[in-house]
């Protein structure tokens, strides 16, 4: 089982470009959660997706937005990328029915740098 | 005031000796608390979860619950120079199963002196 699997690892962007970030979820997960983290922060939630709707979302700007895919993969779109967007996105997996309700299950996570 | 409230540090402890983290909450329907440890440059780590007053052991580690008092704090015995990493307090409105998001402070970083 690969768990959560995030491309790419690293991302250099200039000022006002467009990103997009990818997630595949581990094995049997269906529910995909997006984090934040800034350098020296706790990560931030940005939004939750299941059923290939978002079906949460923290306290982020429109420029941030996702997807999910029927086989459960997300995206994450950053629009206008401001210097303040540099951060570890991290990406998050979860059977939506399990018991434990945390994040058990991280990605590697992709740092983004903007320039 | 921050929802979740940890001291940065760093705390340093000598090998072998009680390293205890705390975290305070605002949320008084907080349910669910969790601890987590990122190492530099990794994701994070589920390492332990508490839902009720008290202790709860696993190994090494104890995390201490307290309601009213809306903090929740994590004990490692014997600490290990491996044990050094950035201890992240999240907590959850829900306790019940379901997509609910957590919230994290902002993590203390131990640093375990050989």
């Known amino acids: 089982d690969a768990g959560v699997t995030q491309s790419p690892t690293h991302l250099i962007k200039t000022r006002g470009q467009q990103v997009t970030l990818r997630c595949s979820p581990k094995?049997?997960?269906?529910?995909v959660s997006w984090y934040q983290q800034a350098l020296g922060q706790g990560p931030q939630f940005i939004f939750q997706y299941y059923e290939e709707e978002e079906r949460q979302r923290g306290n982020f700007p429109d420029r941030f937005s996702g997807h999910q895919f029927p086989n459960y993969s997300s995206e994450l779109n950053v629009n206008a990328l401001l210097l303040g967007d540099s951060a570890l996105y991290l990406c998050?997996?979860?059977?939506?029915?399990?018991?434990?309700?945390?994040?058990?299950?991280f990605g590697q996570g992709t740092r983004l740098t903007v320039v | 005031q921050k929802e979740v409230e940890q001291n940065s540090g760093p705390l340093s402890v000598p090998e072998g000796a009680i390293a205890s983290l705390n975290c305070t909450y605002s949320d008084r329907g907080s349910q669910s608390f969790f601890w987590y440890r990122q190492y530099s440059g990794k994701s994070p780590e589920l390492i332990m979860f508490?839902?009720?007053?008290g202790d709860k052991e696993d190994g090494r580690f104890t995390a201490q619950l307290n309601k009213a008092s809306q903090y929740v704090s994590l004990l490692i015995r014997d600490s290990q120079p491996s044990d050094s990493a950035t201890y992240l307090c999240a907590v959850n409105r829900v306790r019940d199963t379901g997509r609910r998001a957590l919230t994290f402070g902002s993590g203390t970083r131990l640093q375990v002196q050989p």
């Open positions: 508490i839902y009720s007053n």
């Open positions: 998050a997996s979860r059977l939506g029915t399990a018991t434990l309700n945390t994040e058990a299950f």
């Open positions: 094995s049997g997960h269906d529910t």
